[in-house]
C-alpha cells in the first residue's frame, strides 16, 4: 500500500506549484489553474513538469507552440470524467484538449494555460483492440479512443479481419483520426474512417459519458465524427471489420497530361458491374523537389528511378502518378493478374511507365513506417503542410494556377503531393465534416517538410494557393482546417455552421473541449506569432 505521508508530501508539492505556475508561451503570461484541483482524486496524475509541458506545447507540425498548466495522464475514463466537470464547476473554466499520438499540424491537440489529456495512458487499463461478431451487425471491433490503427489492423488480421478504411499512415489514434475524419485511397469506395463507424463512447464537454450511434443518441454521434474534438472526447469506437484479403497487386502509372490523369482516376472510381474497381486509388505528382521515391514508401528500384528523372527532364519537371491496389488472397490468386490486366486496358498512362510489386497486405498498408513519420527529434523539423478538397468541376484551373504556376514558381516544395477523387455520396451529411457541394472532389496533401526555424518560405506558398482559390472563385475546404477567426469558421462550415454551433452549445455550453482548434476562441488569445 503507498505510503500515505509521500502522498501527502505529493501532493503539497502539487499546490505549490500549480499556485506559482507562471509559464510563458511566445511571450505571454500563462495562469495557473484553481488551487482546489488538488482535491480531486486525479491530482496525483497532474503533471507540470518540464518534460511533460513540452511535449504537449509541441506537435508534428512544430509551427505552434502552446503551454498547458498541466497534463493529465489518466488512469482510466473516470479521470477524464470528473477533469472536465470540475472545469464546468470553475467560475472561469479552462480548456481541455485530448492528444492521442501528437500529430496535429497546427496546434490543434493543445490547450494554452489548460489541461492536455495524454490519451495514450489509457492502453494500461483500456479496452485495447476486442473482435466480435453480431448477427444483425456482423464482425467488429470495440477500440480504445488511444489505440492506434496499426492496433487495429494487428488485432484483426489475427482473425481474418481488417477494417476497411484507412489512412496513409497507421501511427495515428483511432479517436484523433476519427474527430477528423480519415482518409486515403481506399475513400472513394468504403467512406472516410468516419462512415465505417457503427458506435461510440463519448465524453462530453459537460463531462457526461454517452453511448451513441445513429440510433442512439444520434446527434451527438454525428456531431463527434469530424467534429474536431468540439462535442467530445472519443474513449470508444466501434469499426466496421470484414474479411482480410492477404496480399495487394500494387501499381503505380505515369502521366504527362494533367486532363489524361484525372479522367483515368476518375474512370477507376466509377465503380459499375462492368467497371470493377481497384480496392485502392491515389494520385500525386513527381516534381524534382518531390521525387518518385519519398518518406511515404520506397516503391521503385534505381532503374526505375534513373527512367523517370529522364522523362521527369524531357517534360519540364512535371509528372502525374497514379497509384492503385488490387487485394487478393489464395481464393483468387489464379485470377488476379487478369482481373488488373482489365483495370488497366482502358487507361491512357504513357507506354512503358507502368510499374508493378506484389505485397503482402500488412506491409502495404504499412508502407509508410513508422521512424518515417514519427515525432522523434521533431524539434529538428516542421512540416507546414497545407490538405485541402477541390471541386471536381474546377480542377483543370486548379492544376493550371497551382501545380503549374505556384509550386512551379516557388520551386521549394520538400515532399509528397497527393491529388486524388473521392465520391461524395460515401459521406454521410449528417456528420460534422464538411466537403464541397460536388459528387466528386478531389483533396490535395502538400505534406511539406522545413528546418524548425524556416517555414516561413512554405506557408508564404500554402497562403498563395489559397488567396487564388478565393479570389479564382474555388469553392475549396481545408480538410484538417486552420482559420484565425470565427468568421473564417463560419465561411468554412457553410450551412452547417448553425447545426454546428447549436450542438457546441448542447454538448459542450462553457466552450471547454479542444481549444486549439480556434474555433470559439479569438485569434488574438492564439497567436502563431
Known amino acids: ?104 499540424v497546427r496546434g490543434q491537440a493543445m490547450a494554452r494555460s489548460g489541461v492536455v489529456v495524454d490519451m495514450p ?12 461478431w453480431d448477427p444483425s451487425l456482423g464482425y467488429y471491433a470495440d477500440v480504445g479512443g488511444e489505440q492506434m490503427w496499426i492496433d487495429v489492423l494487428r488485432a484483426g488480421l489475427e482473425h481474418g479481419l481488417a477494417p476497411v ?51 442512439m443518441n444520434s446527434e451527438l454521434f454525428f456531431a463527434v465524427l469530424g467534429g474536431l474534438g468540439q462535442f467530445g472526447i472519443i ?38 458491374v462492368d467497371n470493377p474497381s481497384p480496392d485502392y486509388v491515389e ?23 534513373s527512367k523517370i528523372a529522364s522523362l521527369l527532364k524531357s517534360k519540364k519537371g512535371l509528372l502525374y502518378s497514379i497509384e492503385l491496389v488490387k487485394y487478393y488472397d489464395d481464393q483468387t490468386a489464379d485470377y488476379i493478374d487478369q482481373e488488373l490486366e482489365v483495370l488497366l486496358k482502358d487507361l491512357n498512362f504513357i507506354p512503358g511507365f507502368v510499374f508493378k510489386k506484389d505485397v503482402a497486405l500488412i506491409d502495404f498498408l504499412g508502407r509508410v513506417g513508422r521512424s518515417a513519420a514519427s515525432d522523434e527529434n521533431n524539434h529538428l523539423e516542421a512540416h507546414p503542410w497545407l490538405n485541402l478538397f477541390v471541386p471536381k468541376s474546377r480542377i483543370l484551373d486548379f492544376n493550371a494556377g497551382v501545380f503549374v504556376d505556384i509550386i512551379g514558381r516557388h520551386n521549394s516544395t520538400s515532399g509528397p503531393i497527393l491529388f486524388y477523387p473521392l465520391n461524395r455520396k460515401k459521406w454521410d451529411e449528417r456528420m460534422s465534416a464538411v466537403t464541397p457541394d460536388e459528387d466528386v472532389f478531389y483533396t490535395l496533401g502538400l505534406l511539406q517538410s522545413s528546418g524548425a526555424e524556416e517555414p516561413g518560405e512554405y506557408d508564404k506558398l500554402n497562403n498563395e494557393i489559397i488567396e487564388f482559390c478565393e479570389k479564382d472563385g474555388i469553392k475549396i475546404k481545408q480538410y484538417l482546417p486552420h482559420y484565425k477567426s470565427e468568421e473564417d469558421w463560419m465561411e468554412h462550415y457553410g450551412p452547417k455552421w448553425n447545426t454546428f454551433l447549436e450542438r457546441k452549445n448542447k454538448f459542450d455550453p462553457r466552450m471547454i473541449l479542444s481549444p486549439g482548434q480556434r474555433i470559439f476562441t479569438s485569434a488574438i488569445a492564439y497567436s502563431d506569432v
Not at 43 to 64: Q, W
Not at 121 to 132: A, Y
Not at 239 to 247: F, G, N, S, Y
Request: glycine share 6%; hydrophobic share 35%; charged share 15%.
Open 283 to 305: 494520385g500525386s505528382l513527381i516534381t524534382h523537389q518531390s521525387p518518385p521515391n519519398n518518406w511515404r514508401s520506397s516503391f521503385y528500384t534505381p532503374s526505375d528511378r
Open 165 to 215: 478504411s484507412w489512412t496513409d499512415y497507421l501511427y495515428l489514434s483511432v479517436g484523433g483520426t476519427l474527430s477528423n475524419a480519415g482518409i486515403s485511397g481506399q475513400s472513394f469506395l468504403h467512406g472516410p474512417q468516419i462512415s465505417n463507424v457503427l458506435e461510440l463512447d463519448v465524453i462530453t464537454g459537460k463531462g457526461d459519458l454517452v453511448t451513441c450511434s445513429q440510433q
Open 121 to 132: 495512458s489509457l492502453s494500461q487499463n483500456g479496452i485495447g483492440v476486442r473482435v466480435s
Open 1 to 104: 500500500m503507498p505510503n500515505p505521508c509521500l502522498i501527502s508530501s505529493h501532493v503539497a508539492i502539487l499546490v505549490i506549484l500549480l499556485s506559482c505556475i507562471s509559464m510563458c508561451s511566445l511571450g505571454k503570461f500563462t495562469s495557473p489553474l484553481p488551487n482546489d484541483i488538488v482535491s480531486l482524486d486525479l491530482a496525483t496524475r497532474l503533471r507540470n513538469d518540464p518534460h511533460s509541458i513540452n511535449i504537449a506545447s509541441n506537435d508534428y507540425g512544430n509551427l505552434v507552440h502552446e503551454s498547458p498548466s498541466a497534463v493529465l495522464y489518466p488512469s482510466s475514463i473516470d479521470d477524464i470524467v470528473n477533469l472536465i466537470k470540475f472545469s464546468n464547476n470553475c467560475s472561469t473554466p479552462f480548456g481541455i484538449s485530448a492528444r492521442g499520438r501528437g500529430h496535429s
Open 235 to 272: 474513449t470508444r469506437a466501434r469499426i466496421v471489420l470484414d474479411k482480410a484479403p492477404t496480399r495487394a497487386k500494387w501499381v503505380r502509372l505515369l502521366y504527362s497530361d494533367f486532363s489524361i490523369f484525372t479522367r483515368d482516376q476518375e474512370h477507376l472510381i466509377s465503380s459499375t
